[in-house]
C-alpha cells in the first residue's frame, strides 16, 4: 500500500496538466488571471474546461464533477459523462 503523503494530489489538474491539455495562450490568460486577478474570456473557459476533460479521461475517468467556485458566495455543480 502506498502511503497518503506519497499519492495525495497526484491527480490534480496542476501547472503540468493544464500546460500540456491547454493551448499557450489559454494557459497563459489563466496564469495572468491567478496572479493578476484579470478575468479571463469565455473562450480560454471552454479551453480549460475542454483540456481538463481530456486529462481526466486520459487517467481512466469515466465520469467527473467539475467543482467551480462562484463569486456570489455559493458553491456549483456541473455534471457530465
Known amino acids: 500500500y502506498a502511503r497518503v503523503s506519497e ?3 497526484e491527480h490534480t489538474f496542476n501547472y503540468r496538466a ?3 491539455y491547454m ?3 489559454a494557459y497563459n490568460s489563466v496564469m495572468d ?3 493578476k486577478g484579470s478575468k479571463i474570456d469565455r473562450s480560454v473557459a471552454d479551453q480549460v474546461a475542454s483540456g481538463m476533460k481530456s486529462w ?3 487517467l481512466g475517468a ?3 464533477t467539475h467543482w467551480f467556485q ?3 458566495g455559493a458553491t456549483a455543480e ?4
Open 78 to 81: 456541473k455534471h457530465d459523462s
Open 18 to 20: 493544464m500546460k500540456e
Open 33 to 35: 488571471a491567478m496572479r
Open 23 to 25: 493551448t499557450p495562450e
Open 70 to 72: 462562484p463569486l456570489t
Open 62 to 64: 469515466t465520469h467527473y
Open 7 to 9: 499519492i495525495f494530489g
Open 56 to 58: 481526466a479521461i486520459n
